[in-house]
């Protein structure tokens, strides 16, 4: 039988954790970040392909998949990136009056956790993940947090997480060059540890506020500002994130076809940029082989996110 969203209150829980992470650019950027929340029967619902956080109701937006079976999958060995992609898309179960979602590439360590999931690209978070000073710095600020080190998206990072996972209690995961993840028992708590995690980074750390992003057809004039800070060719060939490689290509940062997200986005890499700069951290980029390996992702599954 399809699970009937009017006779449960998850989708509405759901939609509240994801329009409190996605109305926040400075945790959320384009298609980035993720929201789950576990129903009984090995059931969860998570955020669909494609879909912004910010635009997750408690009609739509998410998609309906068999954790546990995800769970047992990632236990045995997840496979290969096209081989586990395709078996999280196959536990897509029906959800009534809703046309069939496609899971998010995340819905993997997603399954691992507590009952309530929230996974953003914080800018604070990230500027412990992104700089060579940010894993001990993040040891004394988070001494019971889990810091994983850089793992692309998909099996690689499912794996990293799953042996330090937890399917109870309240944990937080930094994962280098990507993101902040927390996890709950109920929604409510998870929304509360998301927001004391950044609270105490931004505190901590003496951030500056984070900027407005400006609206424009193509790139905002403070975004086109600091790229002629640091330069174009610094912006193609130094990349911190999967964001950046998937959101800030030639085209974009040419201004042409320039979108929301591209300015989301590239507002938070200068604000990193800049915070790493003006903290005296260095800048922890990723490799040519990871960087390689995001390019042969988005000719495949990852361009949707």
């Known amino acids: ?48 392909s494609g879909v912004r956080l910010k635009d997750v109701t408690p009609a739509g937006g998410y998609a309906l998949v068999n954790y546990g079976n995800i769970r047992r999958r990632i236990a045995a060995g997840p496979g290969g990136e096209n081989e586990f992609s395709d078996f999280i898309r ?26 309530v999931v929230i996974h953003t690209h914080s800018v604070y978070a990230n500027i412990l993940n992104m700089s060579a000073e940010g894993y001990a710095l993040g040891r ?49 708590g998870a929304l509360e540890l998301n927001e004391r995690v950044n609270e ?21 004039g403070r975004n086109a500002a600091r790229l002629a800070h640091y330069g174009r060719n610094f912006i193609l060939e130094n990349i911190l994130s999967p964001d950046q490689f998937l959101y800030c ?3 974009a940062l040419d201004g042409k076809g320039g979108t929301e997200a591209v300015n989301e986005v590239l507002t938070a890499l200068f604000y990193i940029l800049d915070c790493l700069k003006a903290l005296k951290f260095t800048p922890k980029f990723l490799t040519k082989a990871e960087v390689s390996c995001l390019g042969a992702m988005k000719s495949g599954r990852y361009g949707a996110k």
């Open 140 to 188: 004394e600020l988070f001494p019971a947090a889990e810091f994983v080190s850089y793992k692309s998206p998909g099996p690689q990072l499912c794996s990293a997480i799953n042996d330090r996972a937890r399917a109870s209690g309240p944990q937080v995961f930094f994962l280098a060059n990507h993101g902040l993840a927390v996890a709950h028992a109920g929604t409510g």
């Open 249 to 251: 290509g030639p085209e």
């Open 1 to 48: 039988m399809p699970f009937d969203p009017e006779l449960d209150e998850a989708p509405q829980l759901l939609a509240r954790a994801a329009g409190a992470a996605g109305a926040r650019p400075d945790l959320t950027q384009g298609g980035g970040g993720n929201v789950s929340f576990k129903l009984s029967g090995e059931r969860m619902l998570v955020k669909a």
């Open 90 to 115: 196959a536990q897509a179960l029906p959800v009534k009056g809703a046309k069939p979602a496609v899971p998010s590439i995340e819905t993997g360590f997603h399954a691992l956790l507590n009952t």
């Open 200 to 220: 105490t980074i931004r505190r901590g750390l003496s951030l500056p506020p984070y900027p407005g992003v400006e609206p424009a057809a193509g790139l905002s």
